[in-house]
């Protein structure tokens, strides 16, 4: 059972497929074998190009990744120059403490000898009595 839209497509669809038929009649046969003369000669070249650009991307792709993970390499880099930096002024600090701790300690040594003079009654104020 068909409904008349349906026939009305089919009609048109026929139409079409009968008009395409008359247009390949209209068509001189020696522009069909020049067109698929033509065709056979571009369409190798044609496909050599494509398969060369898909390799071309995939190269650029793999160079792409090689220049991020440089990149990250370089980040790293950075991050162990800051790291050595922040080691370097941590060390100069140590060292720099360390001497002030030696002055401090020799400064205390220095002060404890002289209190201990200080202490000592003098020999000769002693053999007076």
């Not at 046969?29 to 494509?50: C, F, G, R």
């Amino acid at each position: 059972m068909h409904l008349p839209m349906e026939e009305g497509r089919e009609k048109s669809s026929t139409q079409q497929d009968s008009e395409i038929t008359a247009q390949d009649e209209r068509i001189d046969p020696n522009a069909t074998i020049l067109s698929h003369s033509v065709l056979s000669l571009l369409v190798p070249k044609v496909e050599y190009v494509q398969g060369s650009v898909k390799e071309i991307t995939k190269t650029q792709n793999v160079l792409a990744k090689s220049v991020e993970q440089e990149n990250e390499k370089f980040r790293q880099i950075g991050y162990i120059h800051d790291l050595s930096n922040t080691k370097r002024a941590a060390r100069l600090k140590s060292i720099r403490e360390k001497q002030q701790l030696k002055q401090a300690q020799e400064e205390a040594e220095r002060q404890a000898y002289q209190a201990s003079l200080l202490a000592k009654p003098a020999k000769h104020l002693t053999n007076q009595n």
